[in-house]
């Protein structure tokens, strides 16, 4: 079967999985399948709508095993990346098996701390950690080699000071359209903070690639792109330039909102979506339960926002064009799924999170899915 990447059609598109290449408490697995969403009250099956578990599939692929609670996967040209929580090790997948591309230096994981997000510009390497100071930075290393046998050289510094904790440090740093870096902070269990413009907690940040405030950010000077987040860990970026987040909740609601410049999204003053009736927050373009989410990291793949979700064990489908919208998918499948990304070759690949202390390992465990979008 040839597949091919295609945009999710409520009417019509699947995921299906592909052929080999070689944080919030867990709740219980749910079956397997996918399911319509409205997104005000988490997911019901619609059975107006075609299943994934009724379509042609293969059996599901790994590409790799045996990883150590990793957290972010990116690709630097045709060599993809990981990074591992606790080890502090950035690996390269080599075929079927991994390789120590080298350690982050002063890394201290404990709780949600530790090596967490990472990112490729040029020949460069961003990482976001949480540092043996107490406090979460991003730094830079100069890759070396080539795929198959990176290195890393010499660390730059890039941002340092941003709040830190055992739990709640966002983490997820890409780059936009626009070359700049964008950063997402948590509230660090100090949640007037993300209120607090003076403050880098519960924030999504902007810098340049050197660690510069551009001149066109909200407040001169600062690097806040916005503010009132709770722990945002999903970013991404649609075709005509709209920025999502995906962000959790504490009890009631977890969200996916679009990112405006200078927006205040609330937190810790409103959770999901606001009943004042005046704008002073923005309201998320969808919410879901925490049970069915906990969302981490996102991708969007031509018209379709792909949410990873770690409580919900579950890959979220959302159209770019009605993003109040969505499906789920494979559901219960592969336990908890901390982040998710297109591969070079147009598939899905999806980073399961299943041995950080809180999720249920599995045999094999963690690892590497892959799998492609079939239009039918």
């Not at 080890?87 to 075929?95: A, F, M, Y």
């Not at 579950?314 to 159209?319: E, G, T």
């Amino acid at each position: 079967m040839t597949h091919r990447l295609a945009a999710f059609v409520l009417a019509g598109a699947v995921l299906v999985a592909g052929c080999s290449a070689s944080d919030n408490a867990d709740g219980p697995a749910q079956s397997a399948g996918s399911t319509e969403s409205s997104g005000s009250t988490g997911s019901s099956a619609d059975p107006s709508q075609p299943s994934a578990s009724t379509a042609p599939a293969d059996e599901p692929a790994d590409v790799v095993t045996g990883l150590d609670a990793p957290w972010s996967i990116v690709f630097a040209g045709d060599a993809p990346l990981i990074s591992e929580r606790d080890s502090g090790n950035i690996l390269e997948v080599v075929r079927d098996r991994t390789r120590v591309v080298g350690a982050v230096a002063d890394v201290a994981p404990a709780g949600e701390g530790g090596l967490l997000g990472l990112a490729v510009r040029e020949e460069f390497l961003y990482v976001y950690f949480t540092s043996d100071d107490g406090d979460n930075r991003v730094v830079r290393y100069r890759l070396t080699g080539s795929a198959g046998n990176l290195g890393l050289g010499p660390v730059e510094p890039v941002l340092a000071g941003i709040p830190g904790g055992r739990t709640h440090n966002g983490g997820r740093i890409a780059f936009g359209p626009d070359g700049m870096l964008y950063i997402s902070t948590g509230d660090a269990q100090d949640r007037p903070k993300a209120q607090d413009p003076g403050s880098l907690s519960g924030k999504i940040l902007r810098i340049t690639p050197d660690g510069d405030v551009p001149a066109d950010n909200p407040t001169a000077g600062s690097p806040m792109w916005s503010l009132g987040h709770r722990n945002v860990q999903g970013i991404a970026w649609a075709a005509d330039g709209t920025m999502f987040s995906s962000e959790y909740g504490q009890d009631t609601w977890d969200e996916l909102n679009v990112i405006r410049k200078g927006g205040n999204y609330g937190w810790p003053r409103v959770e999901g979506k606001s009943e004042q009736s005046d704008s002073t927050y923005i309201d998320p373009v969808q919410q879901w339960d925490p049970d069915d989410a906990s969302p981490s990291g996102m991708t969007i793949a031509e018209n379709t926002i792909y949410i990873a979700n770690l409580r919900g064990e579950r890959i979220r489908a959302v159209p770019v064009a009605a993003p109040e919208t969505g499906r789920d998918l494979f559901v219960g499948e592969f336990g908890r799924v901390r982040d998710i990304t297109v591969a070079r070759d147009g598939s899905l690949w999806l980073l399961t999170n299943n041995t950080d202390g809180r999720g249920d390992a599995r045999d094999g465990d963690d690892r590497i899915k892959r799998v492609t979008v079939q239009s039918g």
